[in-house]
C-alpha cells in the first residue's frame, strides 16, 4: 500500500466518525426538542417553581358554655418584592417617598423617612441575582388590622405583580384563660415532641386539611408566592367542645392552687365529674416548677399512678358486704389497741386511739387500719379465698383503665395470687385491704367512687362533649355506660351509708357543711413506707374522695396533695378543706343542688310563726291565702275588708268594719289600702317609715272633724 492510499483510508474513517457523531447529536436533539420535551420542561420548571403546602386554620377547643378555651389568632408577615414583575420605574419613584415616610412613621420609628427612602431605592438598584432581594421583610407578627393598614400604602396597594408586596399568613395557640386546665387542653409542637392532651389526641380534627400554593424561587434560594391565593384553599380544622365548665375549673384551680402553697406541697390535682353522665367538669393539676412557681406541668389526675391509701378501703368494706360478711355495722370487732402484727410485719391505725374494739361503722368512719385489715384477713386469709377478693375487685372495675380520650393513662395494677410476677405473700392481702399494692391513678379512683353515688353504674369519663363545623356539630359523644350494675343495691346503698358516716362523724367532720351532704373517705399514703421505716423521711399524700349531695348525687370529686410538708399531711387536713370549697363553690353556683324548699312534708307551725294582724281589701288576702296554699276559717261571708289572725295553730279572717263617721282602723294595712280608705273619709296623712302600718294617731274610731291630720307610722 502506497502512502496516498493509507491517507485517503484515514481520512475516510477520520469522516465516517464524525458522521456518526453528528448523527448521534442530531438524534439527541431531536430527543430533548420533541419526544422527551415535556418531560425536560417540567424538570426545568420545578428548578423554579413548586408547591408548598398550606397550613390551615386550627380549630377551637371550647368549654361547655362556649367560652374558648384554646384559639388560633392569625398573624402576618410582610415582605417586599422590589423586583416585581409589573413593577416599573415610574410607579416605583412615584410612591417612593411617600412609601418611606408612611413605614417610618408607622412600621419602624428608629429609622428616618430619608432612611427608608435610600434604603428602598438601593434595594431597586440592586442586581437582580442578589441574595434575598425578591422577598425583603418589612413587618413581622402583625394583627389582621395591622395588615390591613399597611396594605393601602403607596405602592404596596398595587398588588403582588406591580406593588411588590407579599403577605404570608400564620398562626399563633393562644389560651385565654392561661393556667385554667393547660394540661388537658395540651399542646402540639411539632414532629420532635410528643403531643399532648386534647390538642395532641384530636390533632386530625382540629388540624384540618393542608391546601397547596404555587411558590417560585429567587436568588438566595428562597421561595416566594406567585400569587396571593393559593391553587388549593386549605379547609379549616373543625372545633372541639369539651365538658369543661369555666366556673367550676376556676373554683378547682383556685382551691388546690391555695392548699398547695399552704401545705407547701409538690403537687396535687382535683377532678370534678358528673355523676349520671361521667362528664368531667373540672381536672385541675398543678406542680412545683425548679423555678419554685406553680404550673400543669403534668396530668397527675391521668397519668401519675401510686398506691391510694385509705381510699380503698370502700372496695374492701364493698367486698365484704357483697359476700355477707358483714351484716350489722354495730357489730363490735377487736383493734388491739391500733396495732397488730400479720406475720412478721406490724401494722398500726395512722392516730393512736388505744382502743380494744370498735364497731364496723367506726372502723370505716375513723379509718382504722387494723380493723380493715383485720377484717379482710379473717374472711378472705388463705390463698383460694384471697382470689375471691380479688374477683370482687375486679368486679367493681377497679382493674380497667377509664379509655379517657386524652393519652398518657396509666393502667391500675391489682395484684393476684395466682401470678408468680406478683410476689404474693402473706401480708399481701392485709395491706391491699388498707390501699397498699395496688396502684391507681387519681381518675381510675373516682370513676369507682361515681359509679358507687350512681346507684351501680359505671360510666366512661368523657371529656369531650361533640365536634362543631362552622358552629353546627358533626359528631356528638354521648355518655357511655361500662357497667350496668357494679355490685347488688344493698351493698351500694350501705357503702354510701359508711361514706355518709364520714363526713359525719369520722375523720372527714370538719368538712360537714350545714346546708347540703357530703359522702366520701378520706385517705392517707406513705409513698416510699419500703425505703424508710422510722417516721422521718417520709412522703405522705393526702387524698379525698366521694360525691355531693349524699342523697341525690350530682357531682363527684377527688382531690390528691402530694408531699405535703406543713399544716397536717393527713387527708382529713390536707385534701378534705378543698373538696369542700370546690363542693361549696358547686352548690352556690348550680340551682339543680338545692333541694325543693317545697319537698316533703309541710311542718306544723306554731302561732307565732303564723301571719297575725295582716289587713287588707277582702278579695286580696283570698288572692294571697290560696296562692300560698293555706286554710284560713271565717265567720260568715269573705268581708270588704278584713284582717287575719290566729286561733291556736289555724288561721283565722275577721271583718274590718270601715265608717265614716270616725277615723277608720287601718291597723296591719299596707300604704296601698289604708292611704285610700283615710283620704275617702276626709282625712290628711302624714306617712313615716316603710311596711305596715304599726300606729296611727289619733287612734282608730276618734270622731271625724273636717280635714283631720292622721299620722301614720309604718314598719
Request: hydrophobic share 40%; proline share 6%.
Amino acid at each position: 500500500m502506497n502512502i496516498k492510499n493509507e491517507v485517503l483510508i484515514r481520512l475516510y474513517a477520520i469522516a465516517l466518525v464524525m458522521i456518526g457523531i453528528s448523527a448521534l447529536i442530531t438524534w439527541r436533539l431531536y430527543q430533548l426538542a420533541v419526544t422527551d420535551a415535556e418531560e425536560w420542561r417540567k424538570k426545568g420548571d420545578s428548578n423554579f417553581l413548586k408547591m408548598v403546602e398550606v397550613t390551615p386554620d386550627r380549630g377551637n377547643i371550647l368549654a361547655s358554655d362556649g367560652s374558648l378555651l384554646a384559639t388560633s389568632l392569625p398573624y402576618f408577615d410582610i415582605y417586599f418584592d422590589p423586583k416585581a414583575e409589573g413593577m416599573t420605574d415610574q410607579v416605583f419613584y412615584e410612591n417612593l417617598d411617600s412609601l418611606a415616610w408612611l413605614l417610618s412613621t408607622y412600621v419602624d420609628q428608629q429609622y428616618t423617612p430619608g432612611a427608608y427612602r435610600d434604603w428602598l431605592e438601593k434595594l431597586r438598584k440592586a442586581p437582580d441575582t442578589t441574595p434575598g432581594i425578591r422577598y425583603v421583610p418589612i413587618a413581622k407578627r402583625l394583627s389582621y388590622t395591622q395588615m390591613l393598614e399597611i396594605k393601602k400604602f403607596p405602592l404596596f396597594r398595587l398588588g403582588r405583580n406591580k406593588g411588590g408586596l407579599i403577605v404570608e399568613q400564620t398562626y399563633n395557640r393562644q389560651r385565654p384563660f392561661k393556667l385554667l386546665a393547660q394540661r388537658t387542653i395540651g399542646y402540639v409542637r411539632g414532629n420532635d415532641i410528643l403531643p399532648v392532651g386534647l390538642e395532641g389526641s384530636f390533632n386530625h380534627v382540629l388540624g384540618g386539611e393542608p391546601g397547596q400554593r404555587l411558590m417560585l424561587r429567587v436568588p438566595g434560594d428562597l421561595y416566594i408566592p406567585v400569587t396571593d391565593l393559593a391553587e388549593i384553599e386549605p379547609r379549616p380544622g373543625d372545633d372541639l367542645v369539651t365538658t369543661i365548665d369555666i366556673n367550676i375549673q376556676d373554683a378547682a384551680e383556685n382551691a388546690l392552687l391555695k392548699a398547695l402553697k399552704e401545705h407547701d406541697a409538690d403537687h396535687g390535682c382535683a377532678i370534678v365529674m358528673e355523676v349520671k353522665t361521667g362528664a368531667i367538669r373540672a381536672i385541675a393539676n398543678l406542680g412545683r416548677t425548679p423555678e419554685g412557681n406553680w404550673w400543669e406541668t403534668f396530668n397527675y389526675a391521668i397519668g401519675e399512678r401510686v398506691e391510694p391509701g385509705s381510699v380503698f378501703k370502700l372496695a374492701s368494706f364493698m367486698a365484704l358486704l357483697e359476700d355477707d360478711h358483714i351484716e350489722d355495722f354495730e357489730q363490735k370487732i377487736p383493734i388491739y389497741g391500733g396495732r397488730v402484727k400479720f406475720y412478721k410485719d406490724e401494722l398500726v391505725d395512722a392516730i393512736p386511739h388505744g382502743l380494744d374494739s370498735m364497731t364496723i361503722r367506726q372502723v370505716f368512719a375513723q379509718s382504722s387500719n387494723v380493723g380493715t385489715a383485720t377484717l379482710v384477713q379473717r374472711y378472705y386469709g388463705d390463698t383460694r379465698r384471697a382470689s375471691a377478693f380479688v374477683e370482687r375487685l375486679q368486679q367493681f372495675g377497679l382493674h380497667l383503665p377509664t379509655g379517657i380520650e386524652v393519652g398518657g393513662e396509666e393502667p391500675p395494677y391489682i395484684k393476684t395470687p395466682g401470678d408468680k410476677k406478683a410476689r404474693w405473700s402473706g401480708t399481701t392481702l392485709p395491706w391491699m385491704s388498707i390501699g397498699y399494692e395496688v396502684m391507681l391513678t387519681p381518675l381510675q379512683t373516682l370513676a369507682f367512687y361515681n359509679a358507687v353515688a350512681n346507684n351501680g353504674r359505671r360510666m366512661k369519663p368523657y371529656l369531650v362533649e361533640r365536634i362543631e363545623r362552622y358552629g353546627k356539630p358533626v359528631r356528638v359523644f354521648k355518655p357511655v355506660m361500662v357497667e350496668s350494675r357494679i355490685a347488688s343495691r344493698n351493698t351500694l346503698e350501705r357503702a354510701r351509708e359508711l361514706l355518709e358516716e364520714v363526713v359525719r362523724s369520722g375523720t372527714a367532720r370538719n368538712i360537714n357543711p350545714a346546708l347540703y351532704s357530703i359522702a366520701g373517705k378520706t385517705g392517707t399514703t406513705q409513698l416510699n413506707y419500703h425505703k424508710f421505716r422510722a417516721s422521718a423521711g417520709i412522703r405522705y399524700q393526702a387524698t379525698f374522695c366521694g360525691f355531693f349531695p349524699a342523697k341525690s348525687p350530682v357531682y363527684s370529686c377527688i382531690v390528691v396533695i402530694s408531699e405535703p410538708k406543713r399544716g397536717g399531711y393527713h387527708g382529713a387536713e390536707a385534701a378534705a378543706p378543698v373538696f369542700r370549697e370546690i363542693a361549696d363553690k358547686c352548690f352556690a353556683l348550680k340551682p339543680a343542688l338545692h333541694p325543693p324548699i317545697n319537698r316533703g312534708e309541710r311542718p306544723v307551725l306554731a302561732g307565732h310563726q303564723l301571719p297575725y294582724a295582716d289587713a287588707g281589701l277582702g278579695d286580696d288576702l283570698k288572692k294571697a291565702l290560696q296562692w300560698l296554699d293555706m286554710e284560713a276559717y271565717l265567720e260568715r261571708q269573705w268581708p270588704a275588708y278584713g284582717v287575719l289572725t290566729t286561733r291556736n295553730d289555724s288561721l283565722l279572717v275577721l271583718p274590718r268594719p270601715i265608717s265614716d263617721r270616725v277615723i277608720p282602723n287601718v291597723f296591719g294595712m299596707g300604704l296601698k289600702d289604708a292611704l285610700p280608705i283615710l283620704e275617702n273619709s276626709g282625712c290628711r296623712v302624714r306617712i313615716r317609715g316603710l311596711g305596715k302600718v304599726v300606729a296611727q294617731s289619733p287612734p282608730a274610731g276618734t270622731p271625724l272633724n273636717g280635714r283631720t291630720l292622721v299620722t301614720l307610722t309604718l314598719n
